[in-house]
């Protein structure tokens, strides 16, 4: 399925980490406004339909694209090549509300879906239509990809860096008042590396991350550290830079570093003496269109549930996989988790023979956020109970 196809898919929903009102301007590009237009001709085999299908669906507060994708199809993230968008009606398909009326035209072998009854038109080529509302000012309300607040957290907080860019990141020295544990609305103070002084800068305060233990993520199959996932604890708020200042001791001048002023603004965790500070990076607006890699993906892997020190996941939490931008990874693709078959010693013919179980589909995946050779998953929704290990598939 071509990449493009995630055009027709966000029809149905967009998901930013800007505010909601700027989610609804999510553009649309001449590629995508094509691709929808193709989608929108074709539909996909009545045998890729759910057996539940409805013939109409009005959609509610609390909907999300994943839900409606899992009522209609057998295959949700086949969704772009079901939806038949209306281009006159819809000008930017990111806006679909909830209180709409989907309808499932299956004429001519083929299913497709549109908020217009009658799309796909009859024998004689008349297309069937009826009145129906226009949402103009439901700003804020368009129908997410996702719940959001299953993933939003993880577009700013957990982070995967190589080896030194904590090291050299500037660091917490000490906090106001003696004090040893730093919760929101304490002060602190920081400094950074003598060749990066933690300086001030003209504009709006600085406001940083703050993090903790970079955590080597390791490839379960190959062994190879894919990067360093640091533990988010919360921001802070620069409010006054390094300096410096002299003074007299035994007849000689002596300079003296002042570190860096900085308040808690956000805490997760408690901050101590010994934490670091990356800066805020700018909030981006992001499309999650949920679709099947554009090319096989071979020996993925889960490599950690994040934020437990536990080996097994459950649906909707988040876990890293060791396949990144290098392999083609983008956000949106969905991957099929396989249980990985055990390796046993049969015991019941006349030797002992060892045997290695087949690996079982239990589940779905979503990337949320790619780095480099590691990425953050959303599991969707599982039968068994994925864990640290488990091969991941093209769905």
Known sequence: MSVTLLAAIAALGVLGVGTAATAQNYPVTPQQRSTAQQTAQSGIPLSELSPTAPDEYTVKPGDTLWAISRLYLRSPWRWPELWGMNLQDIANPHRIYPGQVLYLDKSGGRARLSTRRGMGGSGDGTIKVTPRTRYESLSGAALPTLNPSLIEPFLSEPIVVDENTLLIAPRIVAGNDSRVLLARGDRAYARGEPTTPLLDTPGPLKTYRVFRNATPL????????????????????????????????????????????????????????????????????????????????????????YGNAVQFAAQNQVVAINKGLRDGIENGHVLAILKNGETIVDKTGAGKETLKLPNERIGLLMVFRPFDKVSYALVLEINDVPRVGDLLVNP
């Open 218 to 305: 390791v490839d379960p199959a190959s062994g190879e550290i894919l990067g360093y996932e640091a533990q988010y604890l919360g921001k802070a708020q620069l409010q006054r830079g390094e300096s410096t200042v002299s003074s007299v001791d035994g007849g000689k001048e002596v300079i003296n570093v002042v570190p860096a002023t900085i308040d808690i603004v956000a805490a997760r965790e408690e901050i101590r003496a010994g934490d670091r500070l990356l800066t805020e990076p700018p909030r981006q607006l992001v499309s999650y269109t949920p679709r099947a890699p554009e090319r096989p993906v071979d020996g993925g892997r889960i490599v950690s549930v």
